[in-house]
């Protein structure tokens, strides 16, 4: 037998007893068919104040200017800037999760990469609210694109890497965009052919005509791969982009070379952090502990504890880097971070990304619920003070100290940040309302594979192991007819 398969024996992606095509789709569109549960109000409800409280910053600060915010003549840049590379770095584990792992054939991605492909689009919508908000005239937002011959003299200086960053975040969201709904379109079929009257022609129209022909399936399965290619080398390159932001100036702390292989690790590291909060949430909330495991959560946990110890080397690194440069500045910038004003930031930070990712060394940490689900809340806690650390403490004490000053956030700073997650999980409470949040169709691919592995285990073991009865038991009763031809064909593949 093959490790494949005798991977998926060992640890299957979905468990339960008696587990059906017809009990899968039962089971994930219940918070499509049914109405919402009480929790769904009351998240919803949270959710949508935290909105509310967001569009009243938001309007307040274009209507005042961003004087409205702490920002003052040394520090331009703070919690904008900060969220904004904080929400671009969140979004980066959908389009890892459904690419990257689509490419490497990893399947336990297949019950998880709905809802990560919807948080990585909730995501780039919030940071692309801070893109347009700290311009300070957003009316003119337009001007960051290039549109020859319109506006005389005006044209954009390619040399900025704003400019990169509205380039590369357009088009990550644009792919991510597409190949979220394309991943959609059986599912949404699906719900098409359950519906009916008025509900049946919206989703009619939006799944694009799919009949589930083998046509229609291989079409489906090249444009996924083509959509995957294209956006893998995304992964690496917007948050790439995102850190010249910093590393093209001459600021002290900033003008270094690790940054961009620095900010992806810590990209991918908050967004599956983000990606196993929401999870957890979304399978205590929906009942959907067949489909998301144990298994997953303990996958997605080893991924944060990797990236988490790479990003504690980076801040090594730089430490190290600091002191062998000889560069007065480079060391006085990271001894400020350690020992100025804003130290509690900077053990906040290191606290969170260092040293809490490494209890996921131990595996009855890494597989319970309850300690993941606070563990993955410290690490986007932590990431944002990453990001504080970075931007304030590099900025508030410059190369003269008649310009040093304290950066302390308004009402205003608070508000668009706070608003800004109630935005986000607006959003995604309302996706889960009107599509499926884990892949009906790549979820029976599991099914289908997973008790063919059982079946042939049946027949080369001889129906001996209790834990095989116990995994397969009623999957297999589907494929009685299939033959030892097509097994052996589904475990060559």
Known sequence: MSSHNESIIRQPLVTG???TYAKVTDDILVSVENKPNKAWWIGFTVAALGALLWVVCVGYTFWTGIGAWGLNKTVGWAWDITTFVWWVGIGHAGTLISAVLLLFRQNWRNSINRSAEAMTIFAVLCAATYVVAHMGRPWLAYWIF??????GSLWVNFNSPLVWDAFAISTYFTVSL???YVGLLPDIATIRDRATGFTRKIYSIFSLGWNGSVKTWQRFEIVALILAGLAT?????????VSMDFATSVIPG???TIFPPYFVAGAIFSGFAMV?????IMRKVLGLENYITKFHIEAMNIVILITGSIVGVAYLTELFIAWYSGSEYELYAFTNRISGPYWWAYWAMMTCNVISPQLFWFKKIRTSIQISWVLSIVVNIGMWFERFVIIVTSLHRDYLPSSWVMFYPTWVDVGIFVGSIGVFFTLFL??????PPVAIAEVKMILKAQSLAGKKAFIKEGNQDPSHVEHFKGTLEMYDSVSQREID???AK
């Open 17 to 19: 007893e008696n587990i």
């Open 146 to 151: 290039p549109i020859p011959n319109q506006f």
């Open 178 to 180: 597409v190949f979220w």
């Open 233 to 241: 080398p995304l992964v690496l390159s917007v948050h790439t982009i």
């Open 254 to 256: 900033w003008h270094t």
């Open 276 to 280: 196993q909060t929401l999870l957890l």
């Open 430 to 435: 309302l996706f889960v309302r009107v599509l």
């Open 489 to 491: 064909e589904i475990e």
